[in-house]
């Protein structure tokens, strides 16, 4: 158990909705990742918070968003699923911006159908 | 674009055989580290290595980074059939946008 804990595991829904991801992160851990896995793709990073600010910015579409709380959890938005946005959606957190080990949560699984 | 990339995209073995997998990279790092995925679940974190480290054990582990050719490589030793398992490489370059980007992954088959 790395500590990572992301809600839901599974999520199936249509495409054109919106949906939400969930992560906390280990305790004591101020920066949070969101990647996405897909087959085509592989692990593709999206995003960085630190602290409740954005640090880093990957390949992440504009439909998608996040925000990292005062209490450190994170959340990722989606929106105007559309099916090729099927993948494991992951979560990380270390403690500092970088320099440290980062530690994955179990994923949540997303179909869009 | 992917900082790591992995070489080869995959490999087989037998039981009790040593596993190296290749990872080259582009800018500058801080640190690389190496990271285990059994299918459909969250990566695990295998070792770290800084700039300033050129090899690092762990365990049936180890680990290499040349900075000079841009490039490391893990070596799994005496392999299991447990050890089948996608491995990813990471770089933290420690400047904005570079941090923790994976290469496409080994996918390695230890067969019993």
């Known amino acids: 158990d790395s500590g990572v804990t992301q809600t839901p595991k599974h999520l199936i829904t249509a495409t054109g909705q919106r949906v939400t991801l969930r992560c906390s992160p280990r305790s004591g851990d101020l920066s949070v990742y969101w990647y996405q896995q897909s087959l085509d793709q592989g692990l593709q990073f999206l995003i960085q918070?630190?602290?409740?600010?954005?640090?880093a910015k990957g390949n992440i579409l504009e439909r998608f968003s996040a925000q990292q709380f005062p209490d450190l959890h994170s959340e990722l938005n989606l929106s105007s699923l559309e099916l090729g946005d099927s993948a494991l959606y992951f979560c990380?957190?270390?403690?500092?911006?970088?320099?440290?080990?980062?530690?994955f949560g179990e994923g949540s699984w997303l179909t869009v159908v | 674009s992917q900082q790591g990339e992995e070489d080869p995209q995959a490999l087989s073995i037998q039981e009790g055989e040593n596993a190296t997998m290749n990872c080259s990279y582009k800018t500058s790092i801080n640190n690389l580290q190496w990271y285990r995925q059994n299918s459909g679940r969250g990566l695990v974190h295998l070792i770290l290595?800084?700039?300033?480290?050129r090899e690092k054990h762990s365990g049936r582990l180890r680990v290499t980074l040349d900075t000079s050719k841009k490039s490391s490589s893990l070596l799994i030793t005496a392999s299991r059939a447990a050890d089948t398992a996608s491995y990813f490489c990471?770089?933290?370059?420690?400047?904005?946008?570079?941090?923790?980007?994976f290469g496409p992954g080994t996918r390695l088959s230890v067969l019993p």
């Open positions: 290595i800084r700039s300033n480290e």
């Open positions: 918070y630190y602290n409740g600010e954005e640090r």
């Open positions: 990471a770089t933290d370059g420690g400047n904005y946008g570079q941090n923790f980007v």
């Open positions: 990380a957190s270390s403690e500092a911006i970088s320099g440290n080990t980062i530690y």
